[in-house]
């Protein structure tokens, strides 16, 4: 009985064996696919997402806004000529003027005349505020900082592009590393299950071990079809941030061969955090914009100095001796000219509450952005502290791994020739396969916290370039 069901067992696992291998074999390597290094990666990006193609134009936007304020500084000259034919009585007295009530000017008649009249027309009329005590230039100062802060946003946003392409890039370095220890996997696993059937059907070893070891193979199998997703899943990000079909390329694992990492063991960020940092640039901009604005405020209520000048000809069908003529196209002659010049001071005292109601509000915001500015030095200061203190430990942890990699490889050499010889259990081989696995997985992982904490040093010290320069081929 125990026997059927060891053959039974047997057969299950051979047919399950079989089918994960016709999964397989459907599966794309992805070692096939061409090489996509990091800093081509974050440079196609820049190039392609249209995150950054938005910033830019914003900042294009503002450099021509700066041209339209510095163009508030020109006079308004107005040109207009009018042709009118009417009844013209005119009573003494004044009133506001309302855009729906004409203007009649002449004579005063004793009584009410329909006869209708005819007139003409023209007038220049020139207004040019030329001195403003300071507001143009605070407008136009104001309109800087705006563009200042613009690119700022830019440049912030760039940076966490690049950061998360980084991070993304290097992840899926990591994930496809652990898909070839996977891959490796099987193929130890599969030599050791070819190795226990022949010894099986040669009746050197029990049933129970091919069982076992077919189980393990299609276990391993599963867990590189696991692997190959999660990969596939970071292909998709890059895909993304990059435009590429990256189903076709695949991160340069040439990355962690002996002169590189001497190389970017040799790397060292400036241990500090750079003022010009742009996650910290974007909030200093905004605050010297708060500033610009207030000084605006500050600027605009104040009194303007106008110099004002009119020239305008009349022609009337109505003679100077107020006899109305028959031929109405006598106002197309030009009969009076006049012209007017002046200068204005103009200023709203009462302008004075909307003044101080403005500082008041602009001074909460400066002091609003500035504390934001101060909070944004305290976050990367303690981010270049966990960075720098996660980066000491991972250095330690790199200095151990190599010796337990070199030692995990030599005990499963060892186990696997024991087995064949007979002198000890597949448990034994099983449990030597898997400190292996381990250990070359976090040594994987290892290396690809180093890799990030060093791009986090970078960007923290703004030297992100230098940082991936490294990765150029």
Not at 416 to 428: P, Q, V
């Amino acid at each position: 009985m125990n026997k059927k069901n060891v053959k039974y067992s047997f057969v299950e696992y051979m047919l399950r064996a079989f089918l994960l291998a016709c999964m397989l074999c459907c599966i794309q390597d992805p070692a096939s696919a061409q090489v996509l290094n990091l800093y081509d990666a974050v440079n196609k990006t820049i190039a392609y997402y249209p995150l950054l193609q938005q910033r830019q134009a914003e900042v294009a936007s503002e450099k021509a806004h700066i041209s339209t304020v510095n163009g508030y500084r020109l006079p308004s000259l107005k040109v207009m000529e009018e042709v009118s034919a009417g009844t013209s009585n005119s009573l003494p007295g004044g009133y506001f003027s309302m855009s729906v009530v004409p203007s009649t000017s002449g004579s005063i008649n004793e009584i009410e005349k329909t006869s209708v009249a005819s007139g003409n027309i023209a007038v220049s009329y020139l207004d040019w505020q030329f001195y403003t005590f300071g507001y143009y230039n605070a407008q136009t100062n104001e309109a800087k900082a705006k563009l200042a802060s613009t690119e700022a946003v830019f440049n912030a946003d760039k940076y966490q592009l690049t950061g998360n392409v980084i991070s993304v890039y290097l992840d899926m370095l990591k994930k496809y590393r652990l898909l070839q220890i996977e891959k490796e996997n099987v193929d130890r696993v599969g030599t050791i299950f070819n190795a226990i059937k022949a010894t099986v059907l040669s009746g050197l070893k029990p049933g129970v071990d091919s069982a076992t070891a077919s189980a393990e193979y299609s276990k391993a199998k599963v867990a590189y079809i696991q692997a190959l997703n999660e990969y596939k899943y970071d292909q998709v990000s890059m895909s993304t941030f990059t435009g590429l079909d990256t189903a076709l390329v695949r991160p340069d694992t040439g990355v962690f061969a002996a002169d590189f990492l001497a190389k970017i063991y040799l790397f060292q960020p400036t241990d500090s955090v750079d003022a010009n940092h742009p996650l910290l640039d974007i909030y200093q901009k905004q605050y010297e914009q708060q500033l610009a604005d207030l000084n605006t405020v500050s600027k605009k209520y104040l009194p303007r100095l106008s110099l004002e000048g009119a020239g305008w000809v009349r022609g009337s069908s109505i003679s100077p001796a107020d006899v109305y003529s028959s031929d109405l196209t006598n106002a197309m002659l030009y009969t009076r000219s006049n012209y007017l010049f002046g200068l204005t001071l103009s200023y709203n005292l009462f302008d004075l509450k909307h003044r101080h109601d403005e500082l008041v509000e602009g001074r909460y915001k400066v002091k609003a952005q500035q504390s934001a500015l101060q909070n944004q030095q305290l976050n990367l200061n303690r981010v270049l502290q966990q960075t720098n203190s996660a980066y000491a430990s991972t250095m330690q942890k790199l200095n151990e791994l190599p010796i337990e990699l070199h030692s995990s490889r030599e005990a499963y050499t060892q186990q696997m020739a024991l087995y064949r010889s007979g002198l000890n259990t597949l448990i034994d081989v099983t449990n030597a396969l898997y400190v292996l696995n381990q250990t070359e997985a976090d040594y994987i992982l290892a290396q690809d916290d180093l890799l990030q904490l060093l791009y986090m040093k970078a960007s923290l010290s703004n030297q992100l370039d230098t940082f991936l320069q490294n990765f150029k081929k």
